[in-house]
């Protein structure tokens, strides 16, 4: 396929204003689906079952098998639409929306379409530069998920080339809430950094709500995101596309980015935008066409025959909006002030949505210093490199233990660093890697004292500029005994001993 031509950013512009809107899904962790007993897998305890073992004939639409709403799921989305700003509907009711894809084993989704649990809400985000938008919430719905597709043959893993495809129904009929944005005005140059931190603070919302696990990289957390230009100075909105389930903070900004500066050049030619799905592609930065995108209509929804309105009693939403945590702009400010971070530290955190990370860590027993330190540097670098994000690397309860380490002495930072290695790469805990690799720090002076007598043997020059109070020519000493403990010495230790030789 050609690579599609790009306007200079900053050229489109000045000549077109770009529009956004986001459809965010979160999966919910019930113990169950959304309306079958069958286990669901978005809850980290079924996490990883084998295809097609987490289903039932409601699952399947096996013919006679009968939906059952999930009510934690129902008070799970009643939970996020009040954190959303939302009211919430006296009466709801789902329905049927029909389109036939294999991974939808009934040919309908049941879904809300009309009458929502949740509408009319807002939601504060503040970027890198200090700007703060009231992103405006049209709706949060509750529905079920589909299945997965997985196509088999061909070199790019889509169904375009593949010689077959798998279809595991494990993930269908998992509870979802969608939430939908209304068209977003004047974000202007920072509509793909306002994309990514709306949806990074969702999932904090979703995560301080305790309902989802809310990992983009497993799915749990997906975002379509929504982009249209229309030329300065007029009103009608342009033609939209949607690029479908881009699944990390970095893809999404890189996404509408990149949307806006393709259509830029297109609309510039005298061309027009043709409304469809599109794909984000990772390895190359771009999409790629998907489908022409429907409208309601295309759709042809009705009222789920099977499945009664969603009616919540005034006293179950007053009980659930009474323990609903902090705002997310609200924690920042509070959060910031506790851990004693500067304004450009605590911007590095919120910036690399690492956030609800350190705070975790934090919570584990790290010193917030500690956390912000190997969240937002090493394990950063890392996710940079594997172009992925820092969240889906490790674990909090992992950078608190490795921090543990360091503190301890056993690990210096540059141990550190090869442990943590070790833990992207699934080796296990850090306390198991320092064994299995044996990398903890050499505590043994004996064996410091041994190395450094060898050196200082091996450059009798540098002794005599230490006996002569030149204590920086240690350093030499110092690196040749860190070389031969292969790095597994306290430098500090070293230094100390050192100098203790040297005049001894």
């Given at each position: 396929m050609a690579r599609a031509e790009l306007m200079d950013y900053d050229k489109a512009l000045e000549l077109f204003e770009?529009?956004?809107?986001?459809?965010?899904?979160?999966?919910?962790?019930?113990?169950?689906?959304?309306?079958?007993?069958?286990?669901?897998?978005?809850?980290?305890?079924?996490?990883?079952?084998?295809?097609?073992?987490?289903?039932?004939?409601?699952?399947?639409g096996l013919p006679g098998s009968l939906p059952v709403?999930?009510?934690?799921?129902?008070?799970?989305?009643?939970?996020?639409?009040?954190?959303?700003?939302?009211?919430?509907?006296?009466?709801?009711?789902?329905?049927?929306?029909?389109?036939?894809?294999?991974?939808?084993?009934?040919?309908?989704?049941?879904?809300?379409?009309?009458?929502?649990?949740?509408?009319?809400?807002?939601?504060?985000?503040?970027?890198?530069?200090?700007?703060?938008?009231?992103?405006?919430?049209?709706?949060?719905?509750?529905?079920?998920?589909?299945?997965?597709?997985?196509?088999?043959?061909?070199?790019?893993?889509?169904?375009?080339?593949?010689?077959?495809?798998?279809?595991?129904?494990?993930?269908a009929g998992v509870p979802l809430v969608e939430i939908v944005t209304k068209p977003i005005f004047g974000a202007e140059a920072d509509a793909p950094e306002l994309a990514k931190a709306y949806v990074s603070t969702i999932r904090d919302i979703a995560l301080s709500l305790g309902i989802s696990e809310a990992r983009m990289e497993r799915?749990?957390?997906?975002?379509?995101?929504?982009?249209?230009?229309?030329?300065?100075?007029?009103e009608p909105l342009g033609t939209r596309t949607e690029t479908k389930n881009v699944n990390s903070f970095r893809s999404i900004e890189r996404a509408v980015r990149y949307e806006i500066q393709r259509q830029a050049a297109i609309l510039a030619k005298g061309g027009t935008i043709t409304q469809e799905t599109r794909h984000w592609h990772e390895d190359t930065g771009t999409t790629s066409p998907g489908r022409p995108k429907s409208d309601a209509d295309d759709y042809r929804y009705f009222p789920e025959p099977d499945l009664l309105p969603v009616e919540p009693s005034r006293e179950l939403i007053e009980e659930l909006r009474a323990v609903l945590p902090e705002p997310p702009a609200a924690r920042r400010r509070r959060l910031k002030g506790?851990?004693?971070?500067?304004?450009?530290?605590?911007?590095?955190?919120?910036?690399?949505?690492?956030?609800?990370?350190?705070?975790?860590?934090?919570?584990?027993?790290?010193?917030?210093?500690?956390?912000?330190?190997?969240?937002?540097?090493?394990?950063?670098?890392?996710a940079n490199a594997g172009q992925t994000d820092a969240a889906s690397l490790a674990t909090p309860e992992q950078v608190a233990e490795l921090a543990a380490l360091v503190g301890e002495g056993v690990l210096t930072d540059r141990l550190a660093r090869q442990v943590l290695e070790g833990v992207v790469a699934g080796e296990g805990s850090p306390r198991e890697i320092v064994e299995a690799r044996g990398l903890a720090v050499v505590s043994d002076d004996g064996a410091l004292v041994a190395a450094i007598d060898e050196a200082l043997a091996s450059q009798p020059d540098v002794l005599a500029k230490i006996r002569d109070g030149k204590v920086q020519a240690a350093?030499?000493?110092?690196?040749?005994?860190?070389?031969?403990?292969?790095?597994?010495?306290?430098?500090?230790?070293v230094r100390e001993l050192v100098l203790e030789r040297a005049q001894g």
């Open positions: 770009p529009v956004i809107g986001l459809e965010v899904h979160v999966e919910l962790n019930t113990t169950t689906k959304m309306f079958s007993p069958a286990p669901n897998p978005a809850n980290s305890a079924f996490h990883g079952a084998e295809p097609n073992t987490l289903v039932t004939p409601v699952c399947l709403v999930n009510g934690a799921a129902v008070r799970s989305s009643i939970s996020l639409g009040l954190a959303l700003g939302c009211t919430i509907a006296e009466s709801s009711r789902f329905a049927r929306k029909n389109y036939f894809y294999p991974d939808l084993a009934k040919n309908y989704q049941i879904s809300q379409y009309d009458e929502p649990i949740a509408y009319e809400g807002s939601v504060e985000v503040e970027l890198a530069n200090g700007r703060v938008f009231q992103v405006p919430i049209e709706r949060a719905h509750m529905e079920e998920d589909a299945g997965k597709l997985t196509h088999v043959g061909g070199s790019t893993g889509r169904i375009q080339g593949a010689e077959y495809s798998l279809v595991d129904y494990n993930r799915g749990n957390l997906r975002c379509d995101a929504n982009v249209s230009l229309r030329p300065r100075g007029t506790e851990w004693g971070f500067t304004d450009l530290e605590f911007q590095d955190v919120v910036n690399g949505g690492l956030l609800v990370e350190v705070t975790l860590t934090v919570a584990a027993g790290a010193t917030p210093a500690a956390a912000r330190k190997w969240w937002t540097g090493e394990l950063t670098r890392l350093g030499a000493v110092i690196g040749a005994v860190m070389k031969a403990m292969h790095g597994k010495a306290d430098a500090a230790r």
